[in-house]
T-cell receptor
């Protein structure tokens, strides 16, 4: 079974703190993604990576950065957390379209910024 | 631009009823992929089905069935004889034929199955 693991289920941080969300996948997938999920807005793509050290902005990258130093690990960084970044964050991994292109998701991290 | 619409925000049914979740998509590509995911209260999105644009055959998996119609750009999902465990948010998604970055999700439909 594909396993995507997010390091925390719940996080509470203060405004202005630097926040790291970690995601690890065990299926040697090339692509990894970070989404945020908000009521009524569905899932919105923040960043994705198609290879080690490669990254592309998604629909809402402002206020976020990412790091992919190893194939299995993709980190989302909030440089200076703000209250409008309170949300559910979902990590996913997949192989390219020619190889099924199914995204597999972690359990999510619910972040509260106070 | 791609877009996925799930017009039903919330649906409530009584156990054993059949229910259909609607999904309408927009894309300019001729090659694309459609997906359904289930998000139970635990939060993790669970993959249900993937369908490519060249395969219009309907699919059945147990109590689940999917109706793909290119003519109406729809990919609807039916649960037969619903159960309480089917209560979840269901997302329809669209991906075009590239590295998968254009993976667009609909807003989701919250299904409540009452005992």
């Amino acid at each position: 079974d594909v396993k995507v693991t997010q390091s925390s289920r719940y996080l509470v941080k203060r405004t202005g703190e630097k926040v790291f969300l970690e995601c690890v996948q065990d299926m040697d997938h090339e692509n990894m993604f970070w989404y945020r999920q908000d009521p009524g807005l569905g899932l919105r793509l923040i960043y994705f990576s198609y290879d080690v050290k490669m990254k592309e902005k998604g629909d809402i990258p402002e206020g976020y950065s990412v790091s992919r130093e190893k194939k299995e690990r993709f980190s989302l960084i909030l440089e200076s957390a703000s209250t409008n970044q309170t949300s559910m964050y979902l990590c996913a991994s997949s192989n390219p379209p020619g190889q099924k292109n199914i995204q597999y998701f972690g359990a999510g991290t619910r972040l509260s910024v106070l | 631009a791609q877009k996925v619409t799930q017009a039903q925000t919330e649906i409530s049914v009584v156990e054993k009823e059949d229910v259909t979740l609607d999904c309408v998509y927009e894309t300019r590509d001729t090659t694309y992929y459609l997906f359904w995911y289930k998000q139970p209260p635990s939060g993790e999105l669970v993959f249900l089905i993937r369908r490519n644009s060249f395969d219009e055959q309907n699919e059945i998996s147990g109590r689940y069935s999917w109706n793909f119609q290119k003519s109406t750009s729809s990919f609807n999902f039916t649960i037969t004889a619903s159960q309480v465990v089917d209560s979840a948010v269901y997302f329809c998604a669209l991906s075009e034929n590239n590295y998968g970055q254009n993976f667009v999700f609909g807003p989701g439909t919250r299904l409540s199955v009452l005992p």
